[in-house]
């Protein structure tokens, strides 16, 4: 599949010939890593985007070989004889496989960094690469630079992991750990997107969409559980305040979004949500864009990737990593995963967050909900200086199921001095095995 071209000894060397689709934050971030790396057997021989002029006078066009085929017709680079792998940096569901398909049944490799894609479409696209003998890798799809994908295929592969915990969507880390430090949320937010760190519907990342992708990719290598991403609940971080913060800070805790499966047997609990984090756990050190995945193996114990999940180069250093595998034919370890049933629910303490016009008897009309449905409280915060007309206060739970504790909340929440949606967090448990 690969050209040849002369290296100036007299001898010939391969080339591997790319064609790019998509020349954004993380495409034109990848010719730059592609142009530094000064390799002489990868080249760029389309690319395809729209608005083409566009995007060439763009900053990083710069670093696209001259000759390359500039496109907004992505027949051009599928058809194309001379493009040996098709780099999607696009992202999305629909229209993608369809062209990714193509490309395969073609006979190209394929690189991405689409996690939904590789979610909700990878395993029947895994079928069609293995009956293709070409490869398709998606290193970047998680935790952006962190090679947790090619660790987890490769070097733990040897383990049995019970357990994935941790941080993997960049956005979310650098809103929540800006509010730790007193940013407001919409205000952080913007700046994530304008950094090219969020997704092009953010609310992908905020509601939990995208790490909810992620956490089904890491299940499927990791835990080899083949999981439908729409059965994992998703909990989104644009109910967290800075009134939050506060209490969290008063019981040793912040406020990541944490995403974690784990196996046992053929059942899963998997979760992808704001959570309250100690501060002594590693994963409430993470600042920024910096992603963390914890995993446990039976035999292995602990192991810990970390670094950073989002941003145009990171990304793209995951990106020319797969490259340079297919590049050197180089082939990981793939080990067949199993469809299995997804259960939300967990035993753990949790925060809850109420915010009510005050008046007497409403923490004995809360007390009387939890225990209703067996959940015993563990503490009840209450700062002061909030007038009563908006008063923010806090119960935390001893362990208790979420789903149990789901229906102890609908019913509160029905509570005629509520005024707002009471917030439900799950408390993580440093070295609990069942909670942590
Ligand atoms: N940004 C990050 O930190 C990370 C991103 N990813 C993934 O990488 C992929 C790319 O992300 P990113 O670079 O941030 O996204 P961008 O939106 O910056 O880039 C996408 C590029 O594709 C082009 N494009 C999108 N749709 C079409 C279309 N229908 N036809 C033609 N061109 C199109 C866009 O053009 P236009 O400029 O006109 O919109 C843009 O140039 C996504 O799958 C994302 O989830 C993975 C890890 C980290
Ligand atoms: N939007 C994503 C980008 C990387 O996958 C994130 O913020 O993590």
Known sequence: MTAKQENGNGTTEKVLRVGLLGFGTVGSSFAEVLSASGAQDVRITHIFNRDV??????????????EAVWTERVEDVLE???????????????????????ALNAGKHVVTANKQLIAYRGAALFELVASKGVQLLYGAAVAGGVPVIPGMSQGLSGDQITRISGIVNGTCNFILSSMEAGADYSEVLKTAQRL????????????????????????????????????????????????????AKELGCTVRQVSRAQIDGDRISARVGPMLVPKNSPIAWSHGTQNMVVTSGRFGGDVVFSGHGAGGHP????????????????HAVRLPAKKVEVSGGVIAPHYLRFVVADRPGIVAAIAGALAKFGVNIDSILQHRGF????LPFVVT?????????????????????????PLCLQILVVDDPDTD
């Open 80 to 102: 194309a004889a001379d493009v040996d792998v098709v780099v999607e940096l696009m992202g999305g569901l629909d229209p993608i496989e369809g062209w990714l398909r193509s």
């Open 53 to 66: 002029a566009r995007k060439r006078s763009h900053a990083r066009a710069r670093f696209v070989p001259a």
């Open 387 to 390: 007038g009563g007309d908006r």
């Open 196 to 247: 090219g760190y969020a997704e092009a519907d953010p609310s992908a990342d905020v509601d939990g969409f995208d790490a909810r992708a992620k956490l089904c990719i890491l299940a499927r290598i990791a835990l080899r559980a083949e999981i439908n991403p729409e059965d994992v609940p998703a909990q989104s971080i644009s109910q967290i305040s800075a009134v939050d913060f506060a209490y």
């Open 397 to 421: 739970t001893e362990p208790s199921n979420s789903a149990t504790l789901d229906k102890a909340i609908a019913e509160i929440g029905t509570m005629d001095f509520m005024l707002e949606a």
């Open 315 to 330: 990304t793209a250093v995951a990106v020319m990593s797969d490259v340079r595998a297919v590049a050197e034919d180089s």
